[in-house]
């Protein structure tokens, strides 16, 4: 199993940028891949972006696009998530996640691991 720690969340204004970070550790061989998600109150949990551990291969959700970018350090075992532009619609928990898929997968049925959750507030 993979343990995944979140941190970087907090209380931004629109506009503003965040980086989170996802720390992992125990079986990472396991999770080929990584992915956000972010879950706003009464609403589904929903893609974000995701990244491959090896090649570096990317993907983002639309509504993301141009403003967030995903990045790892192998070394670190480490994935981050450098939001800008941020806007009220972005808040919500985010979610690391770690699949075993050879794929930046945007499907979260994909992923058998998940962090704790790092709550982002974006206020107008």
């Known amino acids: 199993q993979v343990q995944l720690v979140e941190s970087g969340g907090g209380l931004v204004q629109a506009g503003g940028s965040l980086r989170l970070s996802c720390a992992a550790s125990?079986?990472?061989?396991?999770?080929?891949?990584m992915g956000w998600f972010r879950q706003a109150p009464v609403k589904e949990r929903e893609f974000v972006a995701a990244?491959?551990?090896?090649?570096?291969?990317?993907r983002y959700a639309d509504s993301v696009k141009g403003r967030f970018t995903i990045s790892r350090d192998n070394g670190k075992k480490t994935v981050y998530l450098q939001m800008n532009s941020l806007k009220p619609e972005d808040t919500g928990v985010y979610y690391c996640?770690?699949?075993?898929?050879?794929?930046?997968?945007?499907?979260?049925?994909?992923?058998?691991?998940w962090g704790q959750g790092t709550k982002v507030t974006v206020s107008s």
């Open positions: 996640a770690g699949a075993p898929t050879a794929w930046a997968s945007p499907c979260r049925y994909d992923y058998n691991s």
């Open positions: 125990g079986r990472t061989f396991s999770s080929i891949s």
């Open positions: 990244i491959t551990w090896g090649i570096g291969s990317t």
